[in-house]
Antibody, heavy 124, light 107 residues
Framework: QITLKESSPTLVKPTQTLTLTCSVS??????????VGWIRQPPGEALEWLAL???????RYSPSLKRRLTINRDSSKNQVVLTMTNMDPVDTATYYC????????????????WGQGTLVTVSS | DIQMTQSPSTLSASVGDRVTITCRAS??????LAWYQQKPGKAPKLLIY???TLESGVPSRFSGSGSETDFTLTISSLQPDDFATYFC?????????FGQGTKVEFK
């Protein structure tokens, strides 16, 4: 059974760096064809993809946020960590991590299992 | 970025209705489109990928169609559990984008 659980501070101040941790179970972060992504959703708004780390260690980032994001993993702890620098009130959102598997017919990855999300508020 | 535009933003329907949601991409994405269902306070659930492939365990009343820029999600007979918000997402390149969502509410 694949499960993911996000953890983070609930409140961060503007200009601070946010560290989000995704703890996973039911799969290996290094299993071929697997990835873990981060997606956020501001209150009442649409989803926004942030970053993805693939089983081989390759990383992809949203072009608009790339300069602020870093994704890493600790396979021994079954965790994926996303850091976002220079936080701003507009970054207030629920942050989700999600398991991604390869769609073998396209070679692209799809998001198939999601965590419950963690709400992060940015305020002084 | 590829922009994804959904319509309508809100849809009022009754149990048993046939419901259709549209998603349009700003450029061709072949068939690399997924649909998700989200209920308040819950994580999104994958319903369909590759425009028309039903994810395992998803009821057959859900179906998807389309290619290139125009896509449709259809619920053949709306059930009480289906009142939720639906999002489309393109995965044609390494910069994934989502539609703004369609809320299906009780008429």
């Amino acid at each position: 059974q694949i499960t993911l659980k996000e953890s983070s501070p609930t409140l961060v101040k503007p200009t601070q760096t946010l560290t989000l941790t995704c703890s996973v179970s039911g799969f290996s972060l290094t299993a071929p064809g697997v990835g873990v992504g981060w997606i956020r959703q501001p209150p009442g708004e649409a989803l926004e993809w942030l970053a993805l780390i693939y089983w081989g260690g390759d990383k992809r980032y949203s072009p608009s946020l790339k300069r602020r994001l870093t994704i890493n993993r600790d396979s021994s702890k079954n965790q994926v960590v996303l850091t976002m620098t220079n936080m701003d009130p507009v970054d207030t959102a629920t942050y989700y991590c999600a398991h991604s598997r390869i769609d073998t017919t396209s070679g692209w990855y799809i998001l198939d299992y999601w965590g419950q999300g963690t709400l992060v508020t940015v305020s002084s | 970025d590829i922009q994804m535009t959904q319509s309508p933003s809100t849809l009022s329907a009754s149990v048993g209705d046939r419901v259709t949601i549209t998603c349009r991409a700003s450029q061709s994405i072949s068939s690399w489109l997924a649909w998700y269902q989200q209920k308040p306070g819950k994580a999104p659930k994958l319903l369909i990928y590759k425009a028309s492939t039903l994810e395992s365990g998803v009821p057959s009343r859900f179906s998807g169609s389309g290619s290139e820029t125009d896509f449709t999600l259809t619920i053949s007979s709306l059930q009480p559990d289906d009142f939720a918000t639906y999002f489309c997402q393109q995965y044609d390149n390494y910069s994934w984008t989502f539609g703004q969502g369609t809320k299906v509410e009780f008429k």
